[in-house]
């Protein structure tokens, strides 16, 4: 609690938009991470991946 309000002393858009963007970013890197797992999976399953 103390911490949030260190950063974001207050309903300030400035906050709201970074925590969006951060949001966003980490969204989108963990998807990313998702699908690149998914991938390895799949080609491991299959065997060896057709060159």
Sequence with gaps: MSLTTSIDPGPSPRGKI???ILGL???RASQRML?????I???TAKGT???
């Design 18 to 20: 970074a925590a969006q």
């Design 25 to 27: 970013i980490l969204g």
């Design 35 to 39: 699908v690149g797992l998914d991938a």
């Design 41 to 43: 999976v799949m080609s």
């Design 49 to 51: 991946p057709k060159s």
